[in-house]
């Protein structure tokens, strides 16, 4: 599910931005959106779609059948700006009923097996000296983003526990792309698994910091559990969510 805020813009601006965000300039998409700070040119969603993908959606959102409310998985005083004016446009009832992951009993279906062994790996490490790497279920990156990520921990000498997806790296079977010597280089401080139990490693108390793609379920599951972000958005709600998480909320970084 997506955040108010990132729904608020779907709602709001697709029609205003449409055009213009296909021809805006680098420099430019650093610019306010006129009448939505803080968000710039270039946290819209989909503002390197083609047009006519933009006029699908609008078109989409305009054969709506008008709701008798609005359930938005998020937290209240988190979006209460956002959820008023949705309440305001849309003249429903809105509840915000999140953080789900906190109340609903069963864990979330992935087609990813966790891997526990990191628990009692994190049970070694000392009280907030782990940074947390996930990217999600979805998100692809190039080899060589992959590659420079590698490189800034190797030279850190920091703690991480990295889930690197089979497929982060579209054609990748799993580590065959890091630099050579990583894994043998970091392994008295770092852990390498395919997919981690998340909610439990943001709630170990080993954890400090969780580098993200920031889906919305990973922003509240973060904020839940009071860990600081360091925000790598990919794709549609993320640059948004990035954006309310660094600036707005200042409870996280933004890579740029």
């Known amino acids: 599910m997506f955040s108010a805020n990132s729904n608020r813009i779907y709602y709001f601006v697709a ?5 213009i965000s296909i021809f805006l300039k680098d420099f430019a998409m650093q610019e306010i959106v006129p009448n939505y700070h803080p968000l710039r040119y270039k946290d819209l969603p989909f503002s390197t779609s083609p047009v006519e993908e933009w006029k699908q959606l609008v078109s989409n959102f305009s054969q709506q059948a008008h709701p008798s409310a ?11 700006e956002s959820l008023t004016q949705i309440h305001n446009h849309l ?21 990813h097996q966790e891997d526990t062994s990191c628990i009692t790996w994190l049970d070694k490490q000392p009280p907030k000296s782990v940074v947390y790497i996930s990217f999600g279920s979805l998100a692809t990156m190039d080899r ?5 990520m590698a490189w800034g921990l190797a030279k850190s000498n920091q703690r991480f526990l990295w889930a690197v997806r089979p497929g982060l790296v579209c054609g990748s079977e ?3 792309l890091l630099p ?7 392994r008295e401080r770092g852990l390498i698994v395919k997919w981690a139990p998340q909610k439990d490693v943001l709630a170990h108390f080993a954890v400090g910091g969780f580098w993200s793609h920031c889906g919305w379920n990973s922003c509240l599951e973060s904020i ?21 998480v660094s600036y707005v909320w200042k409870i996280g970084l933004e890579l740029e």
């Open 91 to 111: 003249q429903v009832l809105v509840f915000a009923v999140g953080p789900l992951h906190k109340i609903k009993t069963s864990s979330y279906v992935s087609s």
């Open 144 to 148: 060589k983003v992959l590659t420079e």
């Open 15 to 19: 029609s205003e931005i449409m055009l």
């Open 70 to 80: 609005v359930i938005w998985n998020t937290i209240k005083f988190l979006e209460h």
């Open 180 to 186: 050579e010597g990583f894994v043998e280089e970091t």
């Open 224 to 244: 839940s559990s009071g860990v600081v972000m360091i925000c790598q958005p990919f794709i549609v709600d993320q640059m948004v969510n990035a954006r309310y």
């Open 174 to 176: 799993w580590l065959e």
